[in-house]
């Protein structure tokens, strides 16, 4: 992807142009099930669920299967959302909402139990202005969770540079968890680090390193809960 293209991931044109030209589904980073028994871990089937960027993804499908029955989907682009409300208008327990992250205002706040990023996040922090527009993302992520909300950010990045945006924005609790970033093709043998067991995690992330090597090839899970002081 050129650095033009890149920055072009917060803009709606962009993926209104994607999504024209790639019908098809495609999951970033990793598919439904590779993350199930994190998100089982972590987001009762009782909550109701907001998945922001969810694009063609079959993740939100594999969520309803899995027993979940309150699943909101957002997207910025028009095209990828009238083409999932259309996949999707016989399933009562998903819904598809064409809505820009970075202003929910359509939704009150506490709307949800739990919020799912898989890629967003990182598209907006490819743009012009990344600093200012994932700060407003993650302060309307906060303002629609509810009190012990969760928003699980799944990235690539590490937790030097996702650490300080995350505590500068709101005042999240965070654990972080990582996966393989091969485990969608095939489980590994040897995993770096067992999903389900959360990371080491001291203040600047350091500790991170430690536990796992340099540069290790995974992608980080953030549970970012929200408490009210």
Same mark, same amino acid.
């Given at each position: 992807m050129?650095?033009?293209g890149s920055?072009?991931?917060?803009?709606?044109?962009y993926w @209104?142009?994607r999504?024209?030209n790639?019908p098809?589904?495609?999951? %970033?980073y990793?598919?439904? *099930?590779?993350l199930?028994?994190?998100i089982?871990?972590? !987001?009762? +089937?009782?909550?109701?669920i #907001?998945v922001v960027?969810?694009?063609?993804?079959?993740f939100?499908?594999?969520?309803v299967? @899995?027993g979940?029955?309150? !699943? !909101?989907?957002i997207?910025i682009?028009? !095209?990828v959302?009238e083409?999932m409300? &259309? /996949?999707?208008r016989?399933?009562p327990h998903?819904?598809?909402i /064409?809505?820009d992250? +970075?202003?929910?205002?359509?939704f009150?706040s506490?709307s949800f139990g739990?919020i799912?990023?898989?890629?967003?996040?990182?598209?907006?922090?490819?743009?012009n202005n990344?600093r200012q *527009?994932?700060?407003?993302? #993650?302060?309307e992520a %906060?303002r629609?969770?509810?009190?012990?909300?969760?928003?699980?950010?799944v990235t690539?990045g590490?937790?030097l540079y996702r650490l300080?945006l995350? +505590?500068d924005s709101?005042s %999240?609790?965070i654990? #972080?968890?990582v996966?393989? /970033?091969l485990?969608?093709?095939?489980?590994? @043998?040897n995993?770096v680090?067992?999903?389900? /067991?959360?990371?080491p #995690?001291?203040?600047?992330?350091s500790?991170? @390193?430690?536990?796992?090597?340099? &540069?290790?090839d995974v *992608?980080?899970i953030?549970?970012?809960?929200k408490e009210?002081k």
């Amino acid at each position: 992807m050129s650095t033009a293209g890149s920055q072009a991931y917060g803009e709606q044109w962009y993926w @209104d142009n994607r999504y024209s030209n790639e019908p098809n589904p495609f999951d %970033w980073y990793q598919k439904y *099930h590779t993350l199930a028994p994190i998100i089982n871990l972590y !987001v009762p +089937r009782s909550l109701n669920i #907001l998945v922001v960027g969810s694009g063609n993804s079959a993740f939100s499908e594999g969520m309803v299967d @899995d027993g979940y029955t309150d !699943v !909101v989907n957002i997207d910025i682009s028009s !095209v990828v959302i009238e083409a999932m409300q &259309n /996949k999707y208008r016989d399933c009562p327990h998903m819904k598809y909402i /064409k809505m820009d992250v +970075r202003d929910m205002s359509p939704f009150e706040s506490g709307s949800f139990g739990a919020i799912i990023d898989k890629g967003t996040l990182d598209s907006i922090l490819c743009g012009n202005n990344s600093r200012q *527009h994932a700060t407003k993302m #993650l302060e309307e992520a %906060w303002r629609v969770l509810g009190d012990k909300g969760v928003y699980i950010l799944v990235t690539y990045g590490d937790p030097l540079y996702r650490l300080p945006l995350l +505590r500068d924005s709101c005042s %999240w609790t965070i654990k #972080l968890h990582v996966i393989d /970033k091969l485990a969608s093709e095939d489980e590994p @043998d040897n995993p770096v680090w067992e999903l389900t /067991k959360p990371v080491p #995690l001291n203040d600047d992330g350091s500790s991170v @390193d430690e536990a796992l090597g340099q &540069n290790p090839d995974v *992608h980080y899970i953030y549970i970012c809960t929200k408490e009210i002081k």
